[in-house]
């Protein structure tokens, strides 16, 4: 079921503060790793797995506004929300001008902090526990094995076709290799031919893609695997016709 929670990676280098975060966002289902300073966070955050990030401003290393901005300035646009123990109006502007997404003032409030990190995840398709992902109008219930379209209809999922858009949503933007597909989905039990996962992510593109010929969501990255992403995006340069 990992592969169904969010991946939120907290870079605080107040132990006790990171360790309270991590306990109240585990209680919401979600997977949290931790960074105790800015160059591990930096290193954490690269490492692209993250699906939010909680950044502490004044961090060893390199504080949480230069770091946004390097992430930033590497086309890294993993959403963000800072925390900061300054509540000045000057410093929230200058999270958000560093490209964060939103800005909380310590001290707060867990309830708070919880009600934001869930609408930033809403924001890129996440939908609390609840299971749901939405994306270009269509929304896919994940445990009911259900998708209602942009346009109404409402559709069966099969295991697998639920399987595999559940695995590349939950690596959004990343590219997920066919091996990896086989381990999540198929398990050790079966060796489907690399035909089989074609054949199902065929079926997800007459489903989800408006033009299921050019898909915008879900992109073949040709001899490797697939991409999802959640925006809209052409996929030429990596489809090769
Ligand atoms: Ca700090």
Not at 222 to 228: A, E, L, M, Q, T
Request: hydrophobic share 40%; net charge negative; with cysteine.
């Amino acid at each position: 079921m990992s592969a169904t929670s969010p991946h939120v990676l907290v870079i605080e280098d107040e132990r006790a503060m990171a360790a309270v975060l991590r306990d109240n966002l585990e209680a919401e289902g979600h997977r949290v790793s931790i960074a105790g300073d800015g160059p591990s966070g930096e290193t954490a955050w690269a490492r692209g797995d993250a699906d939010l990030v909680v950044l502490d401003v004044m961090l060893p290393g390199i504080d949480g506004f230069a770091l946004c901005e390097q992430r930033r300035d590497a086309g890294d646009r993993t959403p963000v929300l800072f925390l900061s123990a300054r509540g000045e109006p000057e410093d929230r502007v200058r999270g958000l001008r560093a490209g964060g997404d939103d800005y909380l003032a310590k001290p707060f409030h867990l309830p708070e902090f919880i009600l934001r990190v869930e609408a930033l995840l809403r924001r890129c398709g996440w939908s609390g526990g609840s299971d749901l992902l939405r994306f270009a109008g269509h929304t896919v219930d994940l445990r009911a094995w259900t998708a209602t379209l942009a346009d109404g209809r409402q559709e069966n999922l099969g295991e697998r076709e639920l399987g595999i858009l559940r695995l590349l949503a939950s690596r959004a933007g990343e590219v997920v290799r066919r091996d990896d597909i086989l381990d999540e989905v198929w398990g050790d039990d079966a060796f489907p031919s690399s035909r089989t996962i074609d054949n199902v992510v065929l079926r997800l593109r007459r489903l989800f893609e408006p033009d299921p010929s050019r898909p915008v969501h879900l992109h073949t990255v040709w001899g490797v695997g697939y991409r999802f992403t959640l925006e809209p995006e052409d996929g030429s340069e990596e489809e090769e016709r």
